[in-house]
């Protein structure tokens, strides 16, 4: 499984940002162009030239004629390259193909053999990616595998730690899956990737500054700053989940008391309810099918109206909002959306409980308006934000160090 795409010739920075600049727009001229990127005119023809070429890119009809011969129209050609995602959640696997525009041209999903170990897991994974390139459009025009995972992770040498797959010790996941697949493989905490596929996939429609929620098996959380990704020295920026927002509160797996995760996360809104209906013999783990099924279904009750189940989203909000003013005072941005299959029902209601909060108590309140929205992507933005991934690291000039 091979491709003939140079992604060396991609990732010159001017080709870089030509590319990004078509994929953004619906259509764009070669004068546009060039006012946006800053490049003369001659350095865009020619990129444009190569692009076209390599038939990233078409021709598309022309502008409105101004005076003088009209512009001719360049847009991306979505099915020129695909890409391979693959969310490894300790619940479920999910995996994707998606065009150079992030939609998703074929999907799937398995339960995470967990308990098998990694060697027999991987191996397992490995398989299921092959039988998928096998359904895509264009198996060899397909760039790369990404692979977004829970941290974690040490992203130099793609070796991996996800806290809760038992045995997954410092393991070598990136080599294994190239070894696997035959893929070129790129690894990323899978909030992080989220966040990158919003801000892909959203085009136009997301800020070049703006925070991202995820909730998956736990909450996690990602930054853009000026159209990058923000990772800090440690790759560990914009992890909400591990905002305090109840000092005396439970005790977090990370080692500290009341973090946001352990009001938020699937298994603690599951046994909050099951508490407040008597069911003190209730016991949902992390990652398990079963506190999976209890969770979305004290999601699909508080949507109904239930009281128990509708008390127990409402103060999940509540503290999700005390956690993002923290968040929002430091960082300073437009924008806040909520993704993950964690808000895949409920996205909506906590949206209007982050944003009285952050209406009422941000900083920045009185300067100006901050918009909270669920994802444009759905349950899947860790899977697609994967993909995105190689996307990125093929031909974008404004999402750093992927």
Not at 141 to 146: Q, S
Not at 180 to 201: H, K, M, S
Not at 202 to 226: K, Q
Request: net charge positive; proline share 5%; charged share 25%.
């Amino acid at each position: 499984m091979r491709t003939s795409t140079n992604l060396l010739w991609l990732g010159d920075l001017n080709q870089s940002r030509v590319l990004d600049a078509v994929r953004r727009a619906e259509r764009i001229s070669r004068v546009d162009l060039a006012a946006q990127t800053g490049l003369t005119a001659q350095a865009v023809s020619n990129i444009v030239r190569r692009l076209l070429e390599d038939g990233l890119i078409l021709e598309d009809g022309r502008a409105t004629s101004r005076g003088g011969k009209p512009a001719t129209l360049l847009r991306l050609d979505p099915g020129a390259y695909y890409a391979m995602g693959m969310h490894i959640d300790p619940a479920s696997t999910t995996l994707v193909v998606t065009d150079l525009a992030g939609r998703v041209v074929v999907r799937a999903r398995r339960r995470t053999p967990s308990s098998q170990g990694p060697e027999r897991v991987i191996a397992a994974l490995s398989r299921s990616v092959r039988a998928l390139v096998a359904r895509a459009p264009a198996p060899d025009r397909i760039l790369g595998l990404g692979v977004a995972v829970p941290g974690p992770i040490d992203r130099g040498d793609g070796v991996v730690t996800p806290p809760h797959l038992p045995g997954w010790r410092s393991v070598p996941l990136r080599e294994a899956l190239a070894e696997g697949t035959g893929l070129p493989v790129v690894i990323d905490n899978d909030a992080t990737a989220a966040t990158i596929g919003e801000r892909w996939a959203g085009g136009g429609e997301r800020s070049a500054d703006m925070a991202f929620v995820y909730v998956g098996t736990g909450v996690g959380g990602g930054l853009v700053l000026d159209g990058r990704v923000y990772r800090g020295g440690t790759s560990n920026a914009a992890e909400i989940g591990h905002v305090t927002v109840d000092p005396r509160g439970p005790w977090c797996p990370c080692g500290n008391r009341g973090c946001l995760e352990t009001y938020v996360s699937p298994h603690a809104v599951a046994n909050e309810a099951a508490r407040l209906r008597g069911d003190d013999t209730a016991d949902f783990e992390r990652g398990q099918a079963r506190t999976v099924a209890a969770y979305r279904k004290v999601c699909r009750e508080a949507r109904a109206g239930d009281p128990v189940a509708s008390r127990v989203i409402e103060a999940a909000g509540e503290r999700l909002g005390e956690a993002a003013v923290t968040l929002l005072n430091l960082v300073d941005v437009p924008m806040v959306v909520l993704g993950g299959r964690g808000m895949s029902q409920v996205g909506d209601l906590y949206a209007r409980k982050l944003g009285r909060a952050v209406a009422e108590r941000t900083i920045a309140r009185s300067a100006r308006g901050l918009r909270v929205e669920p994802s444009l992507i759905g349950e899947d933005v860790g899977a697609i934000g994967a993909a995105t991934l190689v996307l990125h690291a093929a031909y974008s000039p404004r999402v750093g160090g992927v």
